[in-house]
């Protein structure tokens, strides 16, 4: 069946160090491929998306690209601040059907 | 614009008591509807999910029931907590099959003691 695996946590970083979160997924035809953030007891907010092959998605200095031929999904970030501290999903849907495939997450944690 | 609440926010409750969660959804028709759980510093769980008014469907055997009573409103239920029922609830909303990109609510924190 269709999953999503991700880079164990935690993370932690310097102020402005270079982010990369590794993202990599099972799934039979074209899904798309979401990057979700999750703020200290808050809910899920979409990060960034990706429909079709090598779409890159993008939003607050994050991206990550969608590469079918590795079947990967990273996320990427140049410079990171002390307000990305938070923990970061990776997940997957089909087109055609009602369900999403989360990752564990991984833990961000940035010091200045 | 499309908004998802979700109460209470936190809840603390005695093992054996009744549970009820409850999720609205405005400014959308017919959503996908969906309740995850969250345990302490692990990944999201699938509990349940609905398409439609009275339809659900779940995904692992468990203490917990959904219910939909109406097309925006998707209710957690319990008619006796467990230890293990402790965790972070989230509700979600989706447009059905565009991309199926999921919306969450701000959660409930559930403690059972």
């Known amino acids: 069946g269709d999953s999503v695996t991700q880079m164990e946590g935690p993370v932690t970083l310097s102020e402005e160090a270079f982010l990369t979160i590794n993202c990599t997924y099972t799934?039979?035809?074209?899904?798309?491929l979401f990057w979700y953030v999750q703020y200290p007891g808050e809910g899920l907010q979409l990060l960034l998306k990706?429909?079709?092959?090598?779409d890159k998605g993008s939003n607050k200095g994050f991206e990550a690209t969608y590469r079918k031929e590795t079947t990967s999904f990273h996320l990427e970030k140049g410079s990171v601040q002390v307000s990305d501290s938070a923990v970061y999903f990776c997940?997957?849907?089909?087109?055609?059907?009602?369900?999403?495939?989360f990752g564990t997450g991984t833990s961000l944690t940035v010091i200045p | 614009s499309q908004t998802i609440h979700q109460w209470p926010a936190t809840l603390v409750q005695p093992v054996g008591s009744p549970l009820s969660l409850e999720c609205t959804v405005e400014?959308?028709?017919?959503?996908?509807l969906y309740w995850y759980r969250q345990a302490a510093g692990r990944g999201l769980q699938l509990l349940f999910y609905?398409?439609?008014?009275?339809?659900i469907s779940s995904e692992v055997p468990q203490n917990l029931s959904a219910s939909r009573p109406q097309d925006r409103q998707f209710i957690l239920s319990s008619k006796k907590l467990l230890l293990s029922d402790s965790g972070f609830y989230l509700c979600?909303?989706?447009?059905?099959?565009?991309?199926?990109?999921?919306?969450f609510g701000p959660g409930t924190r559930l403690t059972v003691l």
């Open positions: 979600a909303w989706s447009v059905t099959f565009i991309y199926n990109e999921q919306f």
């Open positions: 609905s398409v439609g008014i009275g339809q």
């Open positions: 799934a039979t035809g074209y899904p798309s």
């Open positions: 400014g959308t028709s017919n959503p996908n």
């Open positions: 997940a997957l849907s089909q087109n055609t059907g009602n369900q999403f495939y």
């Open positions: 990706a429909t079709k092959a090598d």
